[in-house]
């Protein structure tokens, strides 16, 4: 880790800059397109750190439709699991981008219970490739969390793995508001 770890909700969630494949969590969530057969960004550095078992092991998901998530092994990677959640492309906010985007935490947190994981790490997802403005993409990310952590048992820790400063910047100003 990059060091600097805010934390919120009695530590249950922490936001950090990392390099999420070193994360040592139960589980890191990719953010992937609808083949769910690797790409750019995050899905690539994901890619790479697991080795070529994570493309075979996608290659028989079928895909996913954008807001949904599909979970593999994590093989070579620290984490036991990669959850694959398919984020929005961002076209302007009025083609329900924000209920797709909080689909994809929501769903990637109902697969993290069924496998009995208790640590979880989200990147930023749709805010690279895919456009979305990072500010109102932490929001429905952090409230989503904060509803699932509020209702639902057994995930003891949320990370938000951020990749840059800015985006560091941006997600602990809004938890400062959605998380304290
Ligand atoms: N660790 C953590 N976060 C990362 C890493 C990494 N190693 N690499 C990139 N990121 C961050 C980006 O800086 C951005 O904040 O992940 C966030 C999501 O950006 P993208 O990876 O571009 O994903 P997204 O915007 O959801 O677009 C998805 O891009 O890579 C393709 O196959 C992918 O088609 C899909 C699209």
Redesign the pocket.
Known sequence: MDGVVTKFLEGRVSILRD???VLNVDAIVN???ESLL????????IHRAAGPELLEACRSLGGAKTGDAKITPGFALEAAYVIHAV?PVWHGGDHGEAELLRGCYVRALELASRHDVRRIAF????????GYPIEPAAEIAQQAVRHWLEHEAGIEQVVF?C??DH?LETYCRVASRVLS
Request: overall charge negative.
């Open positions: 390099d999420i494949t953010a992937a397109n690797g790409g750019g960004g995050v899905d690539g550095a984020g990147p930023c997802i749709s805010t690279g490739v895919y793995c990749f840059s985006d």
